[in-house]
């Protein structure tokens, strides 16, 4: 039976089935990978007229072969971050703010080792908050931004470098990652960019 759009559901079911057949031959021969990684950068929520924050952030990802030197990731990271509480009329502060998202995507990397420079990229979902922030003190935006509170479709890029040596099986690993939340509209989207430094089996 065709489904509401038209098409027969069990076309994207045998898709799926193929791909996932495609990626165990292909990781037959490539080993597990993982890492954790934390680090310091900038975030932002937008369009509310706020400050940035200084935020940390934390992820952890586990990536298996996929077809040639790509991977297939997966990704947990976290971010938060507060303005450093000094309140200037003219300007305006970015209060506290976080971002959560979890992401399946590819990893761009040398095969069998997923040593050296590498790529990331991927979607998912991602939740953002935001409290007590304050507009510049010119009407019409003075006063605290609303508090926000979203769930919606999320992004991330890392671009960086993965060491063959480090404390036992552990690489040593160097990357830009940043990650966000898509807007809607004149829904909000918020993102985050940090240096991260971190371990990887």
């Not at 706020?50 to 947990?76: D, K, M, Q, W």
């Not at 761009?108 to 939740?127: M, Q, Y």
Request: with cysteine.
């Amino acid at each position: 039976m065709d489904g509401p759009t038209g098409r027969n559901p069990w076309t994207a079911s045998g898709a799926v089935l193929i791909i996932l057949a495609v990626a165990s031959q292909a990781s037959a021969s490539e080993r597990i990978g993982a890492y954790l990684d934390v680090g310091l950068g900038g975030g932002k929520t937008q369009p509310f007229i706020t400050g940035g924050v200084n935020c940390g952030t934390i992820g952890l990802g586990a990536s298996t072969g996929f077809v040639g030197p790509t991977r297939a990731l997966f990704e947990f990271r976290a971010t938060a971050g507060r303005d450093g509480g000094m309140r200037i009329p003219e300007w305006a502060t970015g209060g506290e703010q976080s971002l959560v998202t979890f992401l399946g995507g590819l990893e761009l990397v040398k095969r069998g080792s997923a040593r050296g420079p590498f790529l990331t990229a991927g979607l998912g979902v991602g939740h953002s908050t935001i409290a007590r922030a304050h507009g510049p003190i010119e009407p019409p935006t003075y006063g605290f931004a609303p508090l926000h509170d979203r769930t919606a479709a999320a992004f991330g890029l890392g671009l960086g470098y993965r060491s063959a040596g480090g404390p036992g099986p552990l690489g040593l690993q160097l990357a830009l990652r940043t990650h966000g939340l898509l807007g809607e509209g004149v829904s909000a989207s918020a993102y985050a960019t940090a240096i991260t430094l971190g371990v990887a089996y």
